[in-house]
């Protein structure tokens, strides 16, 4: 069996990221334009037609592991796999198949379980389900003409999105053969066992009114993949948002291939929250995600804990409640002289999370509140903390995952290629540090948190306020003018979802950890 793909030609003399492209039912590989455009010359581009659809006249296997063999033995020996709709779930299941080949996994309006079943509402019902594919043996054309109806439902740009889908159709019409085997496909397909054992990093985009594909689905995922729902969009955000899609994309597929930055200055970060004279007053969310870690801890009364990174002790005092002798450790001497102005009850001692001035085995508990993703090397941290509790203590921390201020990273890279935000571990590298260090993770949450701004300066003093600006080495120096925030500004409103501010992601990764006895 042969496979109908073809790769796009590049600028880019770097050698750019392998991305595959795989379309949805009755569409074909000229669906993407839009959003090839809008990605540039960032990635060579691959674009896969299914059996039956486009230009692919090949007959739909019988089973879909023949269909992954054969892209297997044309695709790149790596990459990143993109797919919608139908296509999402087809790059799901290629990934489940070969996860040596899949770099990253990107699904766009797609679902792991298109048709509803007893545990699953989140799908299409049977009856609906049969009664399309009746209407598609009755009239190909017709049917056709109805789904891009479907697709384009919902969203602002309804007439565009519909034209365009039909435009598709229409260049390189799929056989009805093909059409029906892939309808037969999607029905069987239940990968919902098969998301939750992904171990490769995964991004789900969906539309806010698609109507095939809620967008609910988002919260049925497994916590550890990220996803972005875009408003105003029907099944087909690609085609109505292309450039906030691309830069969503491109943002997420970076992130996995840089992972976190590993040389931040860390005199430059102790300084940079000394500074942070209104730390407490603009540091909303680090104090959320505080109480949420403190409501983590075990009620039992111990007997040492160690506040690491205590800040300006705003939860010490609560932690003191909770144990005989608590120690506030901060990397910055500003930040603990406000510490000890609070009256709580600790020792105070200036350190750094990996060189800890504190004794083997000497600690019961450690809390560790938005802190430890300013670490740069996450085996000598795992070392530490592992070093300092006692066999049978535990760790409770908190902190920030890749997909922070991704809207003000991806808006930057519109201005120009400096580093303008700090980039985070991701839940796989932690916990492969936490494991070689001979920690158990017990426990592990991922959360994604909206929070808003009025404007991209705002945003910026935000930051800044509470310490958490650039402190990336390539970064720029010296001051922004106008006209750079106001190209900011308005390549950030291309992310936004039609409110007057703009949305703020912030990911919010707790662990609990536990040292075997």
């Given at each position: 069996m042969q496979t109908a793909i073809k790769a796009q030609p590049v600028s880019d003399a770097q050698s750019p990221m392998d991305l595959v492209l795989i379309h949805g039912w009755g569409s074909n590989e000229n669906i993407w334009a839009p959003l090839i455009t809008a990605l540039g010359s960032a990635f060579q581009i691959h674009?896969?037609?299914?059996?039956?659809?486009g230009n692919n006249a090949e007959t739909w296997p019988s089973r879909t592991e023949r269909l992954l063999e054969a892209w297997s033995q044309s695709l790149p020996p790596q990459a990143a796999y993109m797919g919608w709709s139908l296509g999402g779930s087809l790059a799901l299941c290629f990934a489940q198949r070969y996860p040596?080949?899949?770099?990253?996994?990107?699904t766009l309006a797609s679902t792991p379980c298109f048709v509803a079943r007893p545990d699953w509402t989140l799908g299409m019902s049977e009856r609906e389900f049969t009664e399309f594919q009746a209407r598609l043996a009755l009239d190909t054309s017709s049917c056709l003409q109805y789904f891009s109806g479907l697709q384009a439902m919902g969203d602002t740009q309804l007439k565009e999105v519909r034209r365009t889908l039909t435009q598709c159709a229409e260049s390189a019409p799929a056989d009805a053969s093909g059409l029906a085997s892939g309808l037969e496909t999607l029905a069987q397909l239940d990968l919902r066992d098969s998301l939750e054992e992904l171990n490769t990093p995964h991004l789900a985009l969906f539309g806010a009114e698609d109507k095939l594909v809620p967008a609910g689905v988002a919260h049925a995922l497994p916590a550890r993949s990220s996803h972005w729902t875009l408003a105003g969009c029907g099944h087909a955000p690609h085609l109505s948002r292309p450039k906030a899609v691309a830069a969503r994309v491109t943002d997420f597929l970076i992130q996995q291939n840089k992972g976190c930055s590993r040389s931040r200055?860390?005199?430059?970060?102790?300084?940079?929250?000394?500074?942070?004279?209104?730390?407490?007053?603009?540091?909303?969310?680090?104090?959320?995600?505080g109480h949420t870690l403190l409501n983590s801890l075990p009620e039992h009364q111990t007997d040492r804990l160690l506040d690491l990174g205590c800040g300006t002790g705003f939860f010490t005092q609560a932690l003191a409640e909770r144990a005989d002798t608590v120690l506030g450790v901060d990397i910055s001497e500003g930040m603990l002289k406000r510490a000890q102005q609070t009256g709580a009850v600790a020792h105070w001692l200036c350190g750094d999370a990996e060189a800890l001035p504190i004794a083997d085995s000497s600690i019961d508990q450690i809390f560790s509140s938005l802190a430890i993703q300013w670490c740069e090397n996450l085996a000598q941290l795992s070392t530490e903390l592992a070093r300092v509790l006692r066999?049978?203590?535990?760790?409770?921390?908190?902190?920030?995952?890749?997909?922070?201020?991704?809207?003000?990273?991806a808006a930057w890279r519109a201005v120009d290629s400096k580093v303008h935000v700090n980039r985070f571990a991701s839940p796989s590298q932690l916990c492969t540090a936490f494991a070689e260090a001979g920690l158990q993770v017990i426990c592990a949450?991922?959360?994604?948190?909206?929070?808003?701004?009025?404007?991209?300066?705002?945003?910026?003093?935000?930051?800044?306020a509470i310490g958490a600006h650039n402190l990336n080495p390539g970064r720029q120096t010296g001051l922004t003018g106008k006209a750079r925030w106001q190209q900011l500004d308005a390549a950030y409103r291309t992310l936004c979802d039609g409110k007057s501010d703009l949305p703020v992601t912030w990911a919010i990764d707790i662990y609990r950890l536990r040292k075997p006895h």
């Open positions: 674009t896969l037609e299914l059996p039956g659809h040596e080949r899949v770099s990253a996994l990107i200055n860390k005199q430059q970060v102790a300084a940079s929250f000394g500074r942070a004279d209104e730390y407490d007053r603009a540091a909303e969310l680090q104090q959320a995600t066999p049978g203590g535990e760790a409770a921390l908190a902190t920030l995952g890749p997909d922070t201020l991704w809207e003000l990273r949450t991922h959360e994604l948190q909206t929070r808003r701004a009025s404007t991209v300066i705002a945003l910026a003093r935000e930051l800044r």
